[in-house]
């Protein structure tokens, strides 16, 4: 599976962003997308995600409220929506996929991974 991110971009605080997410190759091992951040220093943080199968979706508790993951499983496409974005949400974001149908927090269960997109927050 090959992943595909883009619409990272400098934004003022309160302000919004959209990323997109498009697999490529062997689409079907692509049960779970998601996403995940790294800040400079920080371990990579987990997002959001949600099932192929069910559209079940999945939020790390600091994006609650704000973020909004959706899918188009005909594109094979992702979207992350981003409200109401914060300066702590400056990082450089990753699109990940995953075979097995259950979501984890974990980066070390994602098997296919994108080139990072930096969002960047801040007046």
């Known amino acids: 599976v090959q992943l595909q991110a883009s619409g990272g971009g400098l934004v003022q605080p309160g302000g919004s962003l959209r990323l997109s997410c498009a697999a490529s190759g062997r689409t079907f091992s692509s049960n779970i997308m998601g996403w995940f951040r790294q800040a400079p220093g920080k371990e990579r943080e987990f997002v959001t995600s949600?099932?192929?199968?069910?559209?079940?979706?999945y939020y790390g508790d600091s994006v609650k409220g704000r973020f909004t993951i959706s899918r188009d499983n005909a594109k094979n496409t992702v979207y992350l929506q981003m409200n109401s974005l914060k300066p702590e949400d400056t990082a450089v974001y990753y699109c990940a996929a995953r075979s097995a149908d259950y979501n984890s927090p974990s980066s070390a269960d994602w098997h296919y991974w994108g080139l990072g997109t930096q969002v960047t927050v801040s007046s």
């Open positions: 949600i099932r192929r199968s069910t559209g079940n979706t």
